[in-house]
């Protein structure tokens, strides 16, 4: 199955790793860290490519998923920065590597935007771009029973 639980992992420690700030879910709980900070969200989850390779007892299938990336900064230019930043870095053959170490293949990144979200008594600047990612998705279906053989009862007439 898709973990990804994983996927997350590596896409956060790569981004992190790289900027040195925190990279969180977004609309998630818990206080929200110091400006600037990045969020993610899966927003396609599960978008097959082709049939797959059916058998009896498994399915194998080449999956893509589309991850949002926000940044949120008090700077207008800031939150832009970081995010045309962070959509190059991922285009990158070296985070490509480490990510393709992973079973995670890049596919494509959208143009980065302003994404501002307007507050009660301020704006917050957020800027970001969409990640479309390839991986393999393996399905075992063990409560299958299958038919090895088939014999034909003799007629006893």
């Keep these: 199955m898709i973990d990804y639980k994983a996927i997350n992992t590596a896409l956060i420690n790569v981004i992190q790793n790289k900027f040195g700030h925190p990279v969180i ?24 490519i082709g049939t797959g390779n059916n058998q009896p007892e498994s399915l194998t299938e080449t999956v893509e998923a589309v991850i949002s ?8 230019a800031d939150a832009l920065n970081l995010a045309v930043q ?9 985070v490509r590597q480490i990510l393709g170490d992973q079973g995670i293949v890049i596919v494509s990144v959208t143009n980065a935007s302003a994404r501002d979200t307007f507050l ?32 034909n009862p003799t007629n006893t007439n």
């Design 25 to 48: 879910v977004s609309n998630g709980t818990g206080p929200q860290p110091d400006y600037p900070f990045c969020t993610f969200n899966v927003i396609t989850p599960y978008i097959p």
């Design 86 to 94: 962070t959509a190059v870095m991922l285009k990158s053959a070296s």
């Design 120 to 151: 009660t008594v301020d704006t917050e600047r957020n800027a970001g771009f969409d990640l479309r990612i390839r991986v393999v998705n393996v399905y075992e279906d063990v409560d299958v029973e299958t038919i090895d053989t088939v014999s």
């Design 69 to 76: 990336f926000t940044w949120h900064a008090q700077k207008h």
